[in-house]
């Protein structure tokens, strides 16, 4: 159960972090240029959208977490396919 929590939150919960900040920040800033603000809107948006869509792909995957925080974290070392 840890691996698929510490999987999630490497692959997914830094999007949507990213995306309610990014939200948050074009409702508070109304000094802005209105098309500025709905950039930084929709951005924000698109950043939560794209967490649901990494979260939909960790629940559908048929690989254990655990296999895919080993492969996660030999892709950060490094390890596995030599570059073409």
Same mark, same amino acid.
């Given at each position: @159960?840890?691996?698929?929590?510490?999987?999630?939150? $490497?692959?997914a919960?830094?999007?949507? !972090?990213m995306g309610? %900040? @990014?939200?948050?920040?074009?409702?508070?800033?109304? $000094?802005?240029w209105?098309p500025?603000? !709905?950039?930084v809107? %929709?951005?924000g948006i698109?950043?939560v959208v794209?967490?649901?869509v990494?979260t939909?792909?960790l629940?559908?995957?048929r690989?254990?977490?655990k296999a895919?925080l080993?492969r996660?974290?030999a892709a950060?070392?490094g390890?596995?396919?030599?570059?073409?």
């Amino acid at each position: @159960m840890w691996d698929g929590i510490e999987l999630w939150l $490497r692959k997914a919960a830094g999007l949507l !972090l990213m995306g309610v %900040l @990014m939200t948050g920040h074009a409702f508070v800033r109304e $000094r802005w240029w209105l098309p500025w603000r !709905l950039v930084v809107f %929709l951005a924000g948006i698109g950043a939560v959208v794209g967490c649901g869509v990494e979260t939909w792909k960790l629940v559908r995957s048929r690989e254990s977490a655990k296999a895919a925080l080993d492969r996660l974290e030999a892709a950060e070392r490094g390890e596995g396919a030599a570059p073409i």
